[in-house]
């Protein structure tokens, strides 16, 4: 079983982060997006796995590597961003055949991952939603068959979102679709081709596929939903009980996550906030916030924050979204 990880997109949803940060790589509970989805299928024995990589891959590559030295990667260049349809062909050569799962870099959702990898048939996840039309839907029959695959339908006849996550089991069949697909600019919405319609195709022509049902969906791609899925997350993880002695100049108000060599006095540091190593705060208060490595904080206020790594802030505030090596001043200055 291999594991395909399209990690291509610009994440402009989450500027000024992804300036200069790729997405998946962005702090959360003590890990990045990236790790949690990698340390989720290895846990479920995926040893080999493809990454599609485009927008800052070379710090996806470096990250992966360092982090995962013993991992048996394949890293493939999507230099045009042409949709995951497009993304998932540009990883033919290197899955020759396999059974592959496929997971969005952006995605991370709470599964039974084993089940699903030991299907005898291809799987999709799917997820109930409010809004279907801003997602690909699956219109499901009995025995959780899926009967249609529709990408952001105008009119849709399911609210059952497609999650970003499919184990395919006639890998040979998809790429012939996908090549058909592209040799062709079938399926194509904005000049992107989807997955969705690559796999509609083959449902169309007897391929069967059956849907499962995430027990929860956390969508990194937002601020706001970032910052909720650090707070799942981090209230998910075993407490930290040496962060008192640590921190003995601090409050600490679990959950948190603080990385290593950090400097914290006369603070207050949480709920549901999670610090990137190196980083100093002092004379702060920070609660629903993630903060980012080797960041500098000082007499600051902050609640429901993003702080970029290398970034430094001082002075009053209160909601903040601030990119990586940012310097703020707060403070009163005579003029």
Known sequence: MKAVIPLAGAGTKLRPHTYTQPKALIPIAGKTILSVIIDQ??????????????????????????????????????????????????????????????????????????????????????????????FGV?????????????????IPKSNMALVGIFKIKETRVLFDTLDYCIENSIGTIDDEYHLT?????????????????????????????????????????VPDTSLKARFPNAVIVPPVSIAENCVIENAIIGPNVTIGEHSTIRASIVSNSIIGSYAQLEEVVLKASIIGSDASVRGMSQSLNIGDNTDIDFGNREQ
């Open 138 to 154: 699956a219109e499901i029959g009995t025995n959780q068959v899926v009967n249609r695959l529709v990408e952001k339908p105008l």
């Open 197 to 237: 319609e690559a796999l509609q195709m083959m449902i169309a022509k007897g391929w069967k596929m059956s849907a499962f049902k995430v027990n929860n969906w956390f969508d990194c791609g937002k601020k706001e939903t970032l910052l909720e899925t650090n707070a799942i997350l981090l209230k998910s993880y």
């Open 41 to 134: 299928l290895l846990n479920s024995g995926v040893d080999e796995f493809i990454f599609v990589i485009g927008y800052l891959g070379d710090k996806i590559q470096d990250y992966v590597t360092k982090t995962y030295p013993d991992l048996k990667s394949h890293f493939v260049q999507q230099n045009d961003r042409k949709g995951t349809g497009h993304a998932v062909w540009l990883t033919k050569d290197v899955v020759a055949g396999d059974e592959i799962i496929i997971m969005y870099g952006d995605t991370i959702c709470d599964f039974d991952i084993e089940r699903v990898l030991h299907s005898p048939v291809s799987e999709a996840g799917v997820r109930r939603v409010d809004n279907p039309g801003n």
